[in-house]
């Protein structure tokens, strides 16, 4: 078996992977990448060739232009030099994956960020045995304990049914959560037309043409004030509180994300109506992932790192923290 520091290096840039000459999620432009999933945080652009499934592909090339990529399906699995490298889904946001590195005996699993509850709109989390597990730790709290999402978005179907006078401006993040909310929105049977801001349509139509169902979307940029009016609105969190909201009818402020948990952020943004809905696991879901795999050793990264840690410890399971810079939580 080979030793692990041999072959496998955290540095603050990402995870070089030795003997395969290949980086995982590199926050800086290399000649062969590794890449879990979308988000701008994960995958950049201007590598010389990326690996990752054929949706992220699909996103970078939306996000960056048309990359160098190869495509790696859900289940396949490649060789680069004599490491095997596979794709298995992450549950995170559509096309997201864990990339699971088979070398002389030992397997690793990075997992990239990650949930464990039913979306919409990507494959579900797949658990893999493995001797190391790199996980993220985003929500690594106890307090942070997700709510049903089924209820969140009831919350928001309410509030919209009370005041039909006025729209629900929702802010979420242009690449996963705002396609999220729409397509639970539509689970849980609205299916009235949804206007959006024109930054979330490229996205919502790449999702659309992968199979997710997001019902009639319309741009705000074309609607009158009054249309508006009982309906939900969609838009990045930076335009919740921008001039360009002054075009909707009184809208009641609605944020969607993990943290809105915190009470202040709710506050500092002002928002009206928190919606506590997140693509990544909570600290229930992260040790009952770690319960499931079991481990030999845990790598933590980007988050809260040291909690998680304290957990691996107080059971035996030897734990590190990464110091992997560039992870930023998203507006998640």
């Known amino acids: ?32 990448a590794l890449v879990t999933h979308g988000h701008a945080d994960h995958a950049r652009g201007g590598h010389a060739a990326v690996w990752a499934t054929p949706e992220t ?9 048309e990359q160098a990529g190869h495509p790696v399906a859900y289940g396949e699995s490649i060789r680069m030099g004599e ?28 997992s990239g960020d990650y949930k464990r509850r039913a979306d919409p709109t990507c494959t579900p989390f797949e658990p893999v045995k493995c001797d190391v597990f790199v996980t993220e730790a985003t929500f690594a709290l106890p307090v942070f304990r997700h709510p049903d999402t089924g209820d969140e978005i009831d919350k928001l179907i309410a509030r919209l049914h009370a005041n039909p006078d006025r729209c629900v401006l929702v802010g ?20 009235a037309p949804i206007y959006i801001h024109g930054a979330l349509q490229r996205l919502c139509d790449l999702y659309a043409e992968h199979g997710v169902r997001l019902g009639e979307l319309l741009p705000v940029a074309d609607a009158k004030k009054a ?16 001039r360009w909201s002054r075009r909707l009818p009184d809208p009641i402020t609605a944020m969607a994300s993990g943290w809105m948990r915190v009470r202040q952020r709710a506050r500092q943004k002002n928002v009206e109506l928190p919606l506590i809905l997140s693509d ?14 079991a481990p030999r050793e845990v790598w933590v990264t ?28 998203e507006d998640d």
């Open 83 to 110: 490491v095997e490298i596979g794709y298995v889904p992450a549950g995170h946001v559509l096309g997201s994956a864990q990339i699971v590195l088979d070398y002389r005996g030992e397997r690793v699993v990075v």
């Open 57 to 65: 592909l699909a996103i970078m090339d939306a996000r960056y232009g």
């Open 1 to 32: 078996m080979a030793r692990l520091g041999d072959w496998l290096e955290p540095h603050p840039h990402g995870i070089y992977v030795k003997p395969a000459d290949a980086w995982i999620d590199p926050s800086e432009p290399v000649a062969k």
């Open 280 to 293: 990544h696991a909570d600290w229930d879901e992260l040790t009952d992932t770690l319960s499931e795999i």
């Open 227 to 242: 249309d508006m009016a009982g309906h939900v609105v969609m838009c990045p969190p930076g335009a919740l509180n921008d």
């Open 172 to 191: 979420a993040y242009a690449l996963g959560k705002a396609q999220r909310v729409i397509a639970e929105l539509r689970e849980r049977g609205h299916e």
């Open 302 to 329: 980007h988050g809260r790192e040291e909690a998680l840690v304290h957990w691996c410890e107080q059971r035996q399971m030897k734990a590190r923290a990464l110091a992997l810079v560039g992870f930023e939580d």
